[in-house]
């Protein structure tokens, strides 16, 4: 099989493979196997669609029976610029490439069904343009980024909320789709995708594609197909989630990430582990493209690159129609306890200031970020405390389906009174979580129209937008939350926020608590105030003197020290950071597994090793979990990290039953 006339094409599989496959192209398939062409192959008595890697006219040291490719698909070819997105994925985020093809292609390749047509309503009749005039400010910011971009480079835009950040977007994304151009806007959620998608079609019209896994298979096929099949000089614009990078693009000429510092942007399973903020800036350098961040709250990774100057930052400082920041109170749940000002959940002063708003004709938001009835149950005569089964952590409960649910493997039993250890009926719930805290409103406000909007409530598309439709019409008045809720909404009613049981949010063992903290307020005060009267957040808290509150409530500049803390002690953005997972259902594999990786990473002259630890949840889905934390220099790591993978590839091989996985740049 080594004459002279064969030719050979190394190809790339939707799989976990180091190594690279050849297969023979057959005489017939020549001139349409080219470079990044997709192929029917069988490896592995499976068959399977390839992407063709490399051509070349010699298979090597290989003196086996090669096999052929099957067929060439009649579909564009994979371009170069997407080929070396992939491997920069692979390389960095410390996978295979077969993982980033499968990531790319896994819904994209479907097409078991047409999708359905949708009728589109009419925009109304305004011009377009006046959906997106500039004030003076905007105007100014966005002159500073397109000079950002004429020097190329990536453009921060760092606009308190409610300063009118998407109108910026639309103009400057509006006038490259006018020329031809594509653009590529990205945001952290599906429900932000969908509330903006309208928005976005009064623009833009049919020109508009969205792009994410809330979709059908047939429909994200239908909108990959439009993006690889577009001629050239026909503009469009795609609203999309992080996946939407792997898409084909052509002409790319505008990336926009909204949303920047939100971790939703972070992938953590499968592989590869990828964040979608960081690989954009990649997929930009590679298309040419200029990238263009925004956020009322800057992540600290962004912030850093800013003051090295790698990007420019661009501030937006003044609220859109005048609108003004609201007021903050903080309120001390152990002294507002002591003076007996609780009713139950929700302080006196809390309660008191929702009825003023709800009387008015106003709207509450009132935030929670745990879903559920309560975090758990427990015995009140013997302390018995019902656990998954399968990972350690206590069962939720949640009242509306009656049952204990775990919330990292779906686990659930029914609910009973009777604890299982002593037979005594003295099970009682501990803690709240938003259908605890809806129920409880409820009874104190019977008259009030509220709901409920967290993972339950939002399983249904169609029941999630009748949610936020009758909000932003004010049919609700208080809507009770998690995070879901906090990211971008724009409601014109709403005028009081409220956050439950604060602490939470600060009660992590995470470098990035007091970070997203800070975030999460500021993003809860952006929802708020956004009509003509000032609005007001309320934060019931145990620890009321915590820095992050009085960041929040006199400025940001005590909560941006922290950033020299960081480099202190060594922490991103200043080092790279690997999260280092192991993983088996065998304690005695895992432990041997932790001894070797600890012994073998400890040669690796640059690397800073802490672990073996066991993580807060141990185990998860019946495997026991043990982690390292590895810090290299943010520069000149590569090495460092092929020798970590090489590692991790060589025990998994000789430990059987055990997995280890590397996450770069963890969340």
Not at 36 to 64: H, P
């Amino acid at each position: 099989m080594s004459s002279q006339n064969n030719i050979y094409a190394q190809v790339i599989l939707p799989l976990k493979l180091k190594m690279g496959i050849s297969y023979l192209v057959p005489l017939q398939l020549e001139k349409r196997a080219v470079k990044g062409a997709k192929v029917r192959v069988i490896f592995a008595r499976r068959e399977y669609i390839a992407v063709i890697s490399e051509l070349t006219d010699n298979c090597g040291d290989y003196k086996g029976r090669i096999s052929e490719i099957l067929s060439v698909e009649d579909v564009p070819p994979i371009s170069e610029k997407e080929l070396r997105f992939w491997q920069w994925c692979a390389d960095y985020y410390m996978c295979t490439v077969g993982e980033v093809y499968r990531a790319a292609f896994t819904s994209a390749m479907r097409r078991d069904s047409a999708p359905k047509r949708v009728r589109k309503q009419k925009p109304s009749e305004v011009d377009s343009r006046e959906l997106y005039q500039l004030s003076p400010a905007q105007e100014q910011a966005r002159e500073e980024i397109m000079k950002s971009f004429a020097q190329g480079k990536p453009a921060l835009l760092a606009g308190v909320t409610g300063s009118g950040k998407t109108e910026i977007y639309l103009k400057i994304a509006k006038e490259i789709t006018d020329k031809g151009g594509r653009v590529l806007y990205m945001v952290p959620e599906i429900a932000l995708s969908r509330q903006l998608n309208d928005r976005l079609e009064a623009v833009f019209g049919e020109r508009l594609l969205s792009y994410h896994s809330g979709m059908t298979p047939a429909a994200r096929y239908s909108a990959y197909s439009k993006i690889d099949s577009t001629p050239d000089g026909e503009g469009f614009i795609v609203l999309g989630l992080r996946s939407s990078l792997f898409l084909p693009f052509r002409n790319l000429e505008l990336i926009i990430i909204d949303e920047e510092h939100d971790s939703s942007y972070k992938q953590t399973e499968p592989a590869p582990r990828y964040n979608g903020r960081d690989s954009a800036i990649v997929l930009g350098q590679i298309h040419s493209a200029p990238v263009l961040l925004g956020s009322a709250t800057p992540s600290f990774e962004s912030l850093y690159n800013c003051s090295s100057g790698r990007y420019s930052l661009v501030r937006l400082d003044e609220k859109f129609h005048g609108a003004t920041e609201p007021e903050v109170t903080v309120i001390d749940t152990i002294r507002e306890s002591k003076a007996k000002r609780m009713n139950g959940l929700f302080s006196q002063t809390l309660l008191e200031e929702i009825e003023s708003v709800t009387g008015r004709g106003e709207q509450v938001l009132i935030f929670r970020n745990r879903r559920s009835y309560s975090p758990l149950v427990q015995c009140s005569v013997c302390g018995h405390i019902p656990m998954c089964s399968h990972c350690n952590v206590p069962l939720s409960y949640h009242k509306n389906r009656g049952e204990l649910c775990c919330h990292y493997c779906d686990y659930h039993i029914p609910r009973s009174s009777v604890c299982p250890e002593c037979s005594e009926p003295g099970m009682t719930e501990k803690g709240s979580g938003t259908e605890m805290i809806e129920e409880k409103i409820r009874e104190i406000l019977p008259n009030a129209r509220v709901a409920r909007f967290d993972a339950e409530t939002t399983q249904s598309k169609a029941e999630e937008k009748r949610i936020l439709r009758e909000f932003a019409a004010g049919k609700i008045d208080i809507l009770v939350g998690t995070q879901m809720i906090s990211k971008g909404f724009d409601f014109k009613g709403l005028s009081l926020v409220a956050l439950i049981q604060a602490d939470s949010m600060l009660a992590m063992d995470d470098f990035r608590a007091n970070e997203r903290a800070f975030q999460l307020l500021r993003q809860l005060s952006g929802r708020t105030g956004r009509g003509a009267a000032r609005g007001k957040i309320i934060i019931q808290t145990s620890l009321a003197a915590h820095n992050v509150y009085e960041a929040f409530s006199s400025g940001e500049e005590r909560l941006y020290e922290q950033l020299a803390e960081r480099q202190e002690f060594g922490y991103p953005p200043f080092v790279r950071l690997i999260k280092l997972t192991i993983r088996s259902a065998d304690r005695n594999r895992l432990s041997d597994a932790a001894a070797r990786t600890s012994m073998g990473l400890g040669k690796i002259k640059s690397a800073e090793i802490t672990g073996p630890f066991a993580p807060v949840v141990d185990k998860v889905r019946g495997e026991y979990i043990l982690q390292f934390w590895i810090k290299l220099p943010r520069a000149g790591n590569a090495a460092a990290k092929e020798r970590i993978a090489e590692l991790a590839e060589k025990i998994e091989i000789e430990i059987r039953s055990v997995t280890i996985v590397a996450d770069v740049d963890p969340q």
